[in-house]
């Protein structure tokens, strides 16, 4: 089993849609946790943190549950330029702060 | 100016040859990275350097050796490359108590 685990899709949504992605970790020594996007054949970058109490950043709401280790991602309002690889990610806190990430979930917004 | 830096962006070499990637961040921080990520696109961490010193060493063939001269730069030396070795190779950058890690643009590496 993957230490960070998402739904591959691909997720084919109209403009203007709200799509959901969700992620479940097993190493209950994470600590941080992060959305990145990944474009085609560009680096990853950060969307956004996600922390206990859920958090917003525009059209973008990251939630966690750590009891049942549990992280999403949500998305109003798609637009075309959404379209990308979202990528899972947690930090670990044993020492050497070890970034574990998910496989990625594709996105597609259609227009 | 560019945060994370690669070098070569692209590498097409031969089974069996040796080469070398470097990465260069001027973000001051003191944790670098190198990930590979293979055709399936799943990014795997390979290494870790703190100040210097190596602090996450993963499964890793020992044909892959990295070098950190200072804390802004971390290179990866590869030897008798292999076919599995084709994949992008991404290098990163955090300050160690900060959350969010910069990538570089990637090398991409093809194995003939």
């Known amino acids: 089993r993957k230490e960070v685990e998402q739904d591959p899709g691909p997720f084919n949504v109209p403009e203007g849609a709200t799509v959901a992605f969700n992620c479940t970790y097993s190493n209950s020594a994470s600590q941080s946790f992060f959305w990145y996007r990944q474009d085609c054949r560009k680096e990853p970058k950060l969307l956004m943190s996600?922390?206990?109490s859920g958090n917003e950043d525009g059209r973008f709401t990251a939630q966690l549950n750590r009891a049942s280790q549990y992280i999403s991602l949500l998305i109003r309002d798609s637009k075309l330029s959404d379209s990308a690889t979202y990528l899972c990610v947690v930090r670990l806190t044993s020492g050497t702060y070890k970034y574990i990430f998910g496989t990625g979930t594709r996105l597609k917004v259609l227009a | 100016d560019t945060a994370v830096s690669q070098t070569p962006k692209y590498l097409v070499t031969q089974m069996g040859n040796d080469k070398s990637i470097k990465c260069e961040q001027n973000?001051?921080?003191?944790?670098m990275y190198w990930y590979k990520q293979d055709s399936k696109k799943f990014l795997k961490i390979m290494f870790s350097?703190?100040?210097?010193?190596?602090?996450i060493n993963e499964t890793v063939p020992n044909r892959f050796s990295p070098k950190s001269p200072d804390k802004a730069h971390l290179n990866l030396h590869i030897n008798s490359l292999e076919l599995g070795d084709s994949a992008v190779y991404f290098c990163?950058?955090?300050?160690?108590?900060?959350?969010?890690?910069?990538f570089g643009p990637g090398t991409r590496l093809t194995v003939l």
């Open positions: 996600v922390y206990s």
């Open positions: 350097y703190n100040n210097k010193e190596l602090i």
């Open positions: 990163a950058s955090t300050q160690r108590e900060a959350d969010t890690q910069y």
């Open positions: 973000l001051g921080h003191d944790t």
